[in-house]
């Protein structure tokens, strides 16, 4: 300002000031403005990398819980195999039961206590 401390300012002194501030507050806001859009991209990358994180997880555990029903599958198609043979060759070893223990005596070369 061209003022003196003894005189008023002029109203060109008070329009340069205004002009001087609107220029500040303009580049304050600028800055402000760059500040949010980089904190905005950081937060965006920050986000897309939580995203594919999970998504990794989430097929880490897919994999894992179909690789568990597969074990399952394995496992009960083994017990029901096992039963079902154990059902059928029961009665077919009972019959046969005589027939066996006959063989063995013979191989042993004695009688067994009966």
Not at 52 to 77: M, P, S
């Amino acid at each position: 300002m061209t003022t003196t401390p003894d005189r008023e300012p002029t109203l060109a002194d008070v329009v340069q000031q205004i002009i001087g501030l609107r220029g500040d507050l303009e580049q304050s806001r600028q800055e402000l403005n760059d500040k949010l859009e980089q904190s905005r991209q950081e937060l965006n990358n920050k986000l897309e990398q939580s995203r594919q994180d999970l998504k990794t997880e989430v097929e880490r555990w897919d994999e894992r819980f179909f690789q568990f029903q597969r074990d399952n599958l394995t496992t009960a198609r083994t017990i029901i195999i096992t039963a079902g043979s154990v059902v059928i060759l029961s009665p077919v070893l009972q019959a046969f039961a005589p027939a066996i223990q006959s063989v063995v005596t013979r191989l042993v070369g004695g009688d067994l206590a009966q």
